[in-house]
């Protein structure tokens, strides 16, 4: 049988500060809300190239040069573990037969 946590009881509250009284409603002006049509996008396939036309600004050439150095590094350093695990494998696969002889 589970053990049971000894907490005090709670103390019971009276039936009406038990509900809360509702909070008198404000009402607003009754003009109607207008509200954009809904944007409806057209399923259209994808071709190889971008939708935009123009020269792209030079905020946009910078954040996209700095995204392109993000990634490079990024590879790079995924590089550089999968190519420390690989001389371990190797290293460990040597030493083992070289211990197991």
């Known amino acids: 049988m589970a053990k049971r946590h000894r907490t005090r009881t709670r103390a019971r509250r009276t039936g009406e500060s038990a509900h809360r009284a509702a909070v008198p409603r404000i009402d607003r002006e009754a003009a109607p809300v207008t509200r954009p049509a809904a944007h409806r996008s057209v399923v259209r396939s994808r071709t190889g190239y971008s939708r935009a036309l123009g020269d792209p600004s030079a905020s946009l050439e910078r ?34 037969s070289a211990l197991l002889r």
């Open 63 to 96: 954040a996209a040069t700095l995204e392109r150095n993000f990634i490079v590094k990024d590879f790079r350093r995924l590089g550089l573990v999968v190519g420390v695990a690989l001389a371990l494998l190797i290293v460990a696969g040597v030493l083992e």
